[in-house]
């Protein structure tokens, strides 16, 4: 496996290990999707808004859309679970799509990243998928830990597409496509 296919199988993950956290959520109680809890975000809610907006923000780094930090600018977080996870798995398909079409070229191209008041800053199509990946495991992470306290077992998520794995997912890879 190539750096290339890495990065479409995470792609591919990413969408899977969205969706199945997301059905969960689809089960909790009223007032849990919100609640304060401990974590880097203080709530489940603010937790999956982060890193949508932030897959949103990396989106648009590696597609040069020019958007930049403005993404953030009329931000609203989503308030209900359903329109959330609706706009996460549009976004997750992107990013797969995206990935599906790279090249090896593409994984060392630079485009420009705005950083604020530091600057437009050229980075490595590679290295921003990379870092996109690891911050959408570390929420993903969190939001598993924080369903520990709820009314909703977290669901499993490390499986990677892995074949010995394929009957615990058979259904849901092809309901997703993949």
Known sequence: MDLIDHFRRMAANNLWSN?????????????????????????????????????????????????GLAIFDDWADFEIPAKLAAVQAETDRRLLSFCNELKKVDLDRRVPTDRGDNGMIPERIGDLLAHLFLHQIHHRGQVHAMLSGTSVKPPQLDEFLLDYDIKLRKKEVERLGL
């Open 19 to 67: 969706d199945r956290l997301y059905r969960a959520l689809m089960a909790l109680k009223p007032g849990e999707f919100e609640a304060e809890r401990t974590g880097f975000f203080p709530s489940i809610k603010a937790t999956l808004n982060h890193v949508l907006s932030v897959d949103l923000y990396y989106l648009d780094m590696v597609e040069e859309g020019g958007v």
